[in-house]
Structures are given as C-alpha cells and as structure tokens.
C-alpha cells in the first residue's frame, strides 16, 4: 500500500504560524505535524509515501532530507497546485494501478490504519472509495454526510448553514485505482476532490468512522487548542535533532510565536 499526503496548501488560516512555516510542518506540542502523519502510516501497513509540495518547499525538503524517513518518502514539487485530486492523477504512476491512501496532512488525527485498510477490503462491493469520517462539535465548517444502513454515502453537504448532522469528512481515503480513470476522462490536470470526485461517486463512497482523534488545525484557534488536548508521542530521536536544526535556522522569533500562540 503506498499513501500521498496532500501538503501544499498556503495555510493562509494559521498565519502568523505559517508566515515562517509551511502548514504542514506546524508543530503540536513540539513535534512537525507532517513527522506524525509519516510514522503513523510506515508503522501501519503503508510501505511508501508521496508527499507533494508547494508553499515553502524547500523546508520540507530540508526535513525529510535529514529525517530517518528519507529512503521511504518522495517529495514532488508543484509549481501550480493541481488540486486535491489532481496531484493524484499526476503522480498514478507511483501507486501502480493498486489501491491507495490519499490524506490532507493538515489536519491532526489518531487512527488505526489497519482497521482502515480492513474496512476497505470489507466495503460494499459496489463502492470505489471508502471515506474516513468523524464526529464534528461544529457541523457548518465541515463537510457532512448522509448515510444509508450500509454506511454508504448517499448525500455530501459541504459546509452548508444547516447540516442534517455531525458525521464529517475527514479528508483521509483509500481509493481504487478506477477512481483514477475517472480523473483522467476529465480532461484537465487541476480537479478538486471534494467538489468533483465526491459528487460522481455518491452512493459508491463506504465509510469507516474514527472513533478516537481528528482535529481541521486548520486556524491559531484550533491549532492552540490541539496542545492541550491531543498527547503527541515523541519523535524519533534523529527526525527531533533534524526539527531543531531546521527551526534554529530560521527567523529568530519563530520559538517566542510559537510559545506566545500556544499559551493563548
């Protein structure tokens, strides 16, 4: 099984965090987000990662360039972004026509990839993708399912003044390699996953729930609120000399924001 973390975004929500830092390597409780989401998935069933980048690019570079994750992890650069779904259809040679996990490595989630890969191999054998959800405490700022007996998703409102409930996309997938057909009959490199791939395949789309941790730390607000309620594990030893380095190297201030944004 190989993954691709979706981690290009500009992060425009977390400024002044991601005025030095892409989003993807904010840190919670010390440790880059983007070193949690690589040891998760290598130590769970997924044997390469492809992570594309945009913004800020060569920081990450520089990171997984001194990490222990290095020999496991490709990094493709993305000079026009291409789209949630886009940089899969880009890259489809790296999954080899086999199934894959496709993530938004911006947000901060605990889970068990095993049980997610063992609820895919389990789904309907109508559907083409399974959906990770989760329950919301904030409905209107997510996209929110409707769902038959089988867990099959049948309606997808994206945030919508009323949402008919609190089951959430959490923009984690395993997909089949048909889904990839489908991006390619579009014609065009750039295609969003939410607002193209999801509609297609309504009532194709199996879910699997996360009962355990998923946080958007897509704001300082919901970023200050992640150090204090998420226990980060500590990093790997030469990946948290490689952190320190990288941070050391950059503007001065960057450790009295990161203390001042953590505290508020």
């Known amino acids: ?31 880059p987000l983007l070193d949690y989401w690589i040891e998760n998935l290598l130590g769970q069933g997924v044997d390469d990662i492809l992570i594309n980048t945009h913004y800020q ?14 020999d496991r992890v490709t990094l493709v650069s993305e000079p026009v972004l291409l789209g949630t779904a886009g940089t899969a259809l880009a890259n489809r040679a790296f999954f080899g026509n086999k199934p894959f996990l496709l993530a938004h490595a911006d947000n901060l989630t605990r889970f068990d990839c095993r049980d997610f890969l063992a609820a895919h191999r389990d789904r309907p054998a109508h559907t083409a993708l399974t959906m990770m959800l989760f329950e919301t405490p904030d409905p209107r700022s997510c996209g ?21 409930g609190r089951l959430a996309n959490a923009a ?4 089949e390699p048909e889904v990839l057909d489908f991006l390619d009959s579009l014609g065009r490199p750039d295609i969003d996953f939410s607002t193209e791939v999801i509609p297609h395949y309504l ?8 009962h355990a941790y998923h946080r958007d ?9 992640a150090q204090q309620d998420f226990h980060m594990p500590p990093a790997q030893p030469g990946n948290a000399h490689a952190w320190a380095e990288l941070t050391q190297s950059l503007a001065p201030e960057l450790h009295q924001l990161l203390h001042r944004l953590a505290g508020q």
């Open 203 to 210: 009532g194709r789309i199996a879910t699997f729930t996360n």
């Open 217 to 225: 730390i897509g704001t300082v607000q919901s970023w200050t609120e």
């Open 57 to 70: 690019a060569r920081l990450v570079e520089r990171y997984i360039a001194a990490s222990c994750w290095r």
């Open 172 to 175: 984690v997938y395993l997909l």
């Open 1 to 31: 099984m190989r993954a691709l973390l979706l981690a290009a975004g500009l992060g425009t929500r977390l400024r002044p965090l991601t005025d030095l830092l892409p989003k993807c390597l904010v840190p919670i409780n010390g440790r």
């Open 144 to 164: 929110i399912v409707e769902l038959d007996a089988n867990g099959v998703v049948q309606a997808f409102h994206e945030k919508v003044p009323e949402p008919p």
